[in-house]
């Protein structure tokens, strides 16, 4: 089992008093996942930028770590974060 990390970006937007996730989009370098986080955020008042760590061979994954955090969005300890991945 080889341990691959995936980057990812997440829109969120304020549906009934709290942040809702949006679709993840998944990027093959930070470099391009921070690009596509920085696109999204032209639209949506919150984008979590984040990576994952695991072996995608049994869809095992890791807890998310945030990579960049733009506006509004969810902490990542809450009950109210969905960005997990993959």
Same mark, same amino acid.
């Given at each position: $089992?080889?341990?691959?990390?995936?980057?990812? %970006?997440?829109?969120?937007?304020?549906? #009934? #008093?709290?942040?809702?996730?949006? =679709? +993840? &989009?998944? @990027? %093959?370098?930070? *470099?391009?996942?921070?690009a596509g986080?920085?696109?999204?955020?032209? #639209?949506? !008042?919150?984008? %979590?930028? @984040?990576?994952?760590? #695991? &072996? /995608?061979? +049994? *869809?095992?994954?890791?807890? !998310?770590v945030m990579?960049?955090?733009?506006?509004? +969005? /969810?902490? $990542? *300890?809450? =009950?109210?974060? &969905?960005? $997990?991945? %993959?």
């Open positions: $089992m080889a341990e691959k990390t995936i980057y990812c %970006a997440q829109a969120f937007w304020w549906r #009934g #008093g709290k942040l809702r996730g949006g =679709e +993840v &989009h998944q @990027f %093959a370098t930070v *470099d391009r996942a921070v986080g920085e696109a999204l955020f032209t #639209g949506a !008042p919150g984008v %979590a930028v @984040f990576s994952v760590t #695991g &072996h /995608p061979d +049994v *869809d095992l994954w890791g807890e !998310p990579i960049q955090a733009l506006g509004d +969005v /969810p902490s $990542m *300890d809450g =009950e109210d974060w &969905h960005g $997990m991945a %993959a």
